[in-house]
T-cell receptor, first 109, second 115 residues
Framework: GQSLEQPSEVTAVEGAIVQINCTYQ??????LSWYQQHDGGAPTFLSY????GLEETGRFSSFLSRSDSYGYLLLQELQMKDSASYFC??????????FGGGTRVLVKP | GAGVSQSPSNKVTEKGKDVELRCDPI?????LYWYRQRLGQGLEFLIY????????KSGLPSDRFSAERTGESVSTLTIQRTQQEDSAVYLC?????????????FGPGTRLTVT
């Protein structure tokens, strides 16, 4: 089966750093992705980790540890526009994708 | 190029009626997914099409739900005898579908309200 856990909500101030953790139990695991979704909008792709380690894309970084079935998304230099929900997504055999419940990030001035 | 499109954008229907939702994926994308998202919740996987393979229907919540895809293009999700708990946003996504292809492109969704 497939299951993912991530915190439901995180609040931080502008300029701060936020780390969203994701733990998973996934049969036939291939990799971990992260998506961002603003209220009323569609999810958009942020990053993918197929190998252990850190992937950096501008202010956002994502990390994966296969041995720990764990990953995280790091948001740096938070901006008001980063207020959104963030989903971790596992990719398994057969290109099966499973979304976590999402973490709502609220950025305060 | 054009992204994923869905129609209608909004649908209000009476309980017990059937509805049909449409998704046009990005041209050339062989994989197509349907998800359901209730207000304030995560995405619930419904069904997955990959090329000419048999679809993965493991997420369909009941036999009132069905979906079809014509080749590698348009897909329709049909909900029969709608219930109030079917009210949600239905999202469609497509991807290249090749091995190692993980990035999904989402449509704007269809907001279904069952009264």
């Amino acid at each position: 089966g497939q299951s993912l856990e991530q915190p439901s909500e995180v609040t931080a101030v502008e300029g701060a750093i936020v780390q969203i953790n994701c733990t998973y139990q996934t049969s036939g695991f291939y990799g971990l992705s992260w998506y961002q979704q603003h209220d009323g909008g569609a999810p958009t792709f942020l990053s993918y980790n197929g190998l252990d380690g850190l992937e950096e894309t501008g202010r956002f970084s994502s990390f994966l540890s296969r041995s720990d079935s764990y990953g995280y998304l790091l948001l740096q230099e938070l901006q008001m526009k980063d207020s959104a929900s963030y989903f971790c997504v596992t990719q398994a055999a057969g290109n099966k994708l499973t979304f976590g419940g999402g973490t709502r990030v609220l950025v305060k001035p | 190029g054009a992204g994923v499109s869905q129609s209608p954008s909004n649908k209000v229907t009476e309980k017990g009626k059937d509805v049909e939702l449409r998704c046009d994926p990005i041209s050339g994308h062989t994989a197509l997914y349907w998800y359901r998202q209730r207000l304030g919740q995560g995405l619930e996987f419904l069904i997955y099409f990959q090329g000419n393979s048999a679809p993965d229907k493991s997420g369909l919540p009941s036999d009132r739900f069905s979906a079809e895809r014509t080749g590698e293009s348009v897909s329709t999700l049909t909900i029969q005898r709608t219930q109030q708990e079917d009210s949600a946003v239905y999202l469609c996504a497509s991807s290249r579908g090749a091995s190692g292809s993980y990035e999904q492109y989402f449509g704007p969704g269809t907001r279904l309200t069952v009264t």
